[in-house]
């Protein structure tokens, strides 16, 4: 089974890199299996906790080079939740992957552990008719403590459902579960990656405000 490791999270700053300096990124130091993943972009404010910046993934397979290069970019640029990430924020900035597997048909909305499963719901809009589905991956319930009909509630918001949520509805979603393997990697770390992989920092001076 392919893991998420420290490659992958290099690949996607030098492709975040790449796209601020206009060169290539330099050729990805992983294999090039399919899988579905995620690129999650995280910023440390005043060493403060890292606050999101953009999460964006596929829930389908895809080569995982070609996928963490699209994502790198689509999380940090276009994740409509916040404003694109600028260059100036690189060095306050930690990545992490995720490689998604273990995909399964839970038996009922709670039929899965926090912490441990990633979730994907799907349900039909009782108001319109329209099907609604959303994901959370298995990090995110256990770091915002929430029991698991809180996540499942919080996941019918982000589907962009606003009707009540009836225990009834509940019942009818379709759950999927899926777990992951994740590697985050800071960028003072990253930095230091190439420096003794390439002989050289990546050059900075345009990521200064």
Known sequence: MVS???????????????HYSSHEAPPPAF????????????KVVNGGEPRLRGCIGTLEAR?????????????????????????KEL???ECTV???TNYETANHYLDWEIGRHGIIIE????????RRSATYLPE???????????AIDSLMRKSGYSG??????RRRIRLTRYQSTIFTLQYSDYVSYVKATRGAAPSIAWAKP
């Open 91 to 93: 060095p306050s900035l």
């Open 140 to 150: 995110v319930a256990a770091h915002e403590g929430w029991t698991k009909i809180e």
């Open 63 to 87: 080569c995982l080079i070609n996928g963490f290069k699209d994502y790198a970019l689509t999380s940090a640029l276009r994740d409509r939740r916040f404003p694109p990430i600028q260059a």
């Open 4 to 18: 998420a490791n420290r490659e992958m999270a290099v690949y996607c700053f030098d492709t975040l890199v790449a």
């Open 123 to 130: 349900f039909t809009d009782p108001n319109n008719n329209t």
């Open 164 to 169: 009540a949520i009836t225990e009834s509805l």
């Open 98 to 100: 995720s490689v998604l």
């Open 31 to 42: 294999d090039g299996g399919e899988h579905p993943l995620f690129v999650t972009w995280k």
